[in-house]
T-cell receptor, first 112, second 114 residues
Framework: KQEVTQIPAALSVPEGENLVLNCSFT??????LQWFRQDPGKGLTSLLL?????REQTSGRLNASLDKSSGRSTLYIAASQPGDSATYLC???????????FGQGTRLTINP | DTGVSQDPRHKITKRGQNVTFRCDPI?????LYWYRQTLGQGPEFLTY????????KSRLLSDRFSAERPKGSFSTLEIQRTEQGDSAMYLC????????????FGPGTRLTVL
């Protein structure tokens, strides 16, 4: 059974810092990995999708990496801003399946 | 904006009542998913459709839950005889076959069972 873990559960940093969020998964036979942002009481916003054959994806100040063999992904946020405060979720799709399996998320607070 | 929409956004009901939620996917998307999220947890998969066919159901989807996608467009999720443990955010997502299954989520329906 695929399990996804995100550490830390919560993170608070001052504005302007670069930071890394971690995601690990137990079954390396994944089809893709997706990072999402969720604001309180809202739905999920897709940030980045990394195909299993890719090593990283970038969008603006965000960079996500994938190491399938070690079962790890990281989300790097450069020059953090208070508007980045949210919960960040990673999710994987196992090869041959269609459903996303989510971690519990990292609640990020950027202090002005 | 032609993203995924869900209705209602909030629903408060009494234990034992039936509730129905609606999801309208992105118009050209042929896959539609339902997930449930409880406070402080990541979403958990409930079921998905490809066009009108329901292809997978989670063990979380007890016999009190039923989902339909009658014409391969919008979907409904019905919960019969609601229980307090059904209180959660119900999220709908859609994707396009051949797009690496990138899933786009709606705003969710928050269910509170009293």
């Amino acid at each position: 059974k695929q399990e996804v873990t995100q550490i830390p559960a919560a993170l608070s940093v001052p504005e302007g810092e670069n930071l890394v969020l971690n995601c690990s998964f137990t079954d390396s036979a994944i089809y893709n990995l997706q990072w999402f942002r969720q604001d309180p009481g809202k739905g999920l916003t897709s940030l980045l999708l990394i195909q299993s054959s890719q090593r990283e994806q970038t969008s603006g100040r965000l960079n996500a990496s994938l190491d399938k063999s070690s079962g790890r992904s990281t989300l790097y946020i450069a020059a953090s801003q208070p508007g980045d405060s949210a919960t960040y979720l990673c999710a994987v799709i196992i090869s041959g399946a269609q459903k996303l399996v989510f971690g519990q998320g990292t609640r990020l607070t950027i202090n002005p | 904006d032609t993203g995924v929409s869900q209705d209602p956004r909030h629903k408060i009901t009494k234990r034992g009542q039936n509730v129905t939620f609606r999801c309208d996917p992105i118009s050209e998307h042929n896959r539609l998913y339902w997930y449930r999220q409880t406070l402080g947890q990541g979403p958990e998969f409930l079921t998905y459709f490809q066009n009108e066919a329901q292809l997978e159901k989670s063990r979380l989807l007890s016999d009190r839950f039923s989902a339909e996608r009658p014409k391969g467009s919008f979907s409904t999720l019905e919960i019969q005889r609601t229980e307090q443990g059904d209180s959660a955010m119900y999220l709908c997502a859609s994707s396009l076959v051949g797009s690496y299954n990138e899933q786009f989520f709606g705003p969710g329906t928050r269910l509170t069972v009293l």
